[in-house]
C-alpha cells in the first residue's frame, strides 16, 4: 500500500499534498509559518487566538499574500467576538475553519457551511465526535493529552482506538506526540484520514518564535513537558502542558499564597480564582516573542524531545515523509 493511497482522503479533503496539519500555536501559527507549512506541501493553520477581528483580517491577508496553496484558520469557540470572527473568514474568503477550545454551537457550524467553508472540529471522546458529527462537522480532529498547550486527559493512542473505529463518515486526523513520520504511518494504517504536528514546527526556521524559545525545545527532553499542577480542588486549574521553567514552580506558589488569603477571609472564592487564573496572563507571548523563558510559559507537546535543531519547514515536511515511507516498507508495504 503506497502512503499516497493512505493519505489520499487526508489530501482530498485538504487539497494539499500531504496530509500534515500545522497545529494552531498562539504567536507562533502566524502567516510566516502558515505559509511556509502549505508551500511545503501540508496544511497551515492561522492561530486566530484572542486576536481581533481587524487582526485577524490583516494575518489572514498576510498568509493569503505568501501562499497560494490551502490553509485554514483556527478559531477559539470562547472567544468573545466568534461571530465577527466567522464574518471576517467568510469575508477573506477562507475555506476551512478549525472550532477549539470547547464544543461549537450548530449555529456557528451551520453559519461557517452556508458560506462553503468546511469545519474541522476537535473530539476528545466518541461521544462528541458523534455529537459533532450530527452537528455539521466535515471533519475531525482527535488531540491526546500528550500535546502541548491546552490538553484533555486521555492518550492518543487511546483516543484513537475509541474513536478511529467508529467515525467512518467523515476524516479524522490524529494529534498529539506526534514527531516522526513513522508513526504518521501507523496511524493511517489505523484509518486516520491524516496527522497534526505543532511542537515539530516551533524550531523551523520559518517560525517566529524567539531564539532563546527555540533553543528551550532543542535543550528539552519529553520528560520536561509536564503539566500545570492543581493544588485544591475546589480551584480547578486547566491543565497545559508546558515545559518546566521558574515560572512552573512560582504558579505553585502563587496558588498556596492565594489560597492562604482565602482561608483567611483576605479574597472571597471569586477573587481568588481570578486572581489563579490570570497568573499566565501575557505569559506565552513573554516567552514566544520576547524570549522571557523563565517567567513566560513554554507550552510544548511530549514530542520536543525531538525536536533537535533548527529546520526548514519544507525540511521537516520531507524527513517525516521519508520516515513513513521507510516504516511502510519495513511492514512489507510498497511506499
Known amino acids: 500500500m503506497k502512503l499516497q493511497q493512505l493519505m489520499k ?7 494539499t499534498k500531504y496530509a500534515i496539519l500545522g497545529g494552531a500555536m498562539s504567536w507562533v501559527s502566524e502567516s510566516n509559518l502558515v505559509a511556509a507549512i502549505s508551500n511545503a506541501g501540508g496544511f497551515g493553520v492561522i492561530a486566530c487566538g484572542s486576536m481581533t477581528p481587524d487582526l485577524l483580517r490583516q494575518e489572514i491577508s498576510k498568509t493569503q499574500a505568501k501562499t497560494a496553496k490551502s490553509f485554514g484558520v483556527n478559531l477559539i469557540t470562547m472567544h468573545p467576538d466568534l461571530d465577527r470572527l466567522v464574518d471576517v473568514c467568510i ?24 458560506d462553503g467553508i468546511r ?9 462528541i465526535a458523534k455529537k459533532l458529527m450530527r452537528s455539521g462537522a466535515d471533519a475531525l480532529v482527535i488531540e491526546g493529552m500528550e500535546a502541548g498547550g491546552h490538553i484533555g486527559p486521555v492518550a492518543t493512542s487511546v483516543l484513537v482506538q475509541e474513536i478511529i473505529p467508529h467515525i467512518q463518515e467523515i476524516p479524522v486526523f490524529v494529534a498529539g506526540g506526534i514527531g516522526r513520520g513513522d508513526i504518521m504511518a501507523s496511524y493511517l494504517l489505523q484509518g486516520a484520514a491524516g496527522c497534526q504536528l505543532g511542537t515539530r514546527f516551533v524550531c523551523a526556521h520559518e517560525s517566529i518564535a524567539h531564539p532563546n524559545f527555540k533553543q528551550i525545545f532543542i535543550k528539552s527532553q519529553a ?16 491543565p497545559v502542558r508546558a515545559i518546566e521553567n521558574k515560572a512552573s514552580n512560582e504558579f505553585i506558589e502563587c496558588q498556596k499564597q492565594t489560597l492562604e488569603k482565602y482561608r483567611n477571609g483576605e ?27 523563565e517567567n513566560g510559559s513554554l507550552m ?10 533548527e529546520q526548514p ?3 521537516i515536511i520531507h524527513e517525516l515523509i521519508t520516515q513513513a515511507q521507510e516504516f511502510l516498507n519495513k511492514q512489507n508495504f510498497a511506499a
Request: negative net charge; proline residues 3%.
Open 91 to 114: 469575508e477573506m474568503n477562507i475555506k476551512y475553519v478549525v472550532l477549539a477550545g470547547g464544543m461549537p454551537k450548530g449555529i456557528t457550524i451551520a453559519k461557517l457551511k452556508e
Open 9 to 15: 482522503r487526508g489530501t482530498d479533503f485538504l487539497g
Open 300 to 309: 510544548a507537546g511530549q514530542s520536543v524531545g525531538m525536536v533537535n535543531k
Open 267 to 293: 479574597l472571597n472564592k471569586e477573587e481568588a480564582q481570578l486572581k489563579i487564573e490570570h497568573f499566565w496572563a501575557g505569559a506565552l507571548r513573554r516567552a514566544v516573542i520576547d524570549g522571557d523563558i
Open 223 to 238: 520528560r520536561d513537558a509536564v503539566t500545570s499542577i492543581q493544588i485544591d480542588k475546589d480551584f480547578p486549574v486547566i
Open 313 to 315: 519547514t519544507e525540511e
Open 119 to 127: 469545519v474541522i472540529c476537535f473530539a476528545p471522546a466518541l461521544v
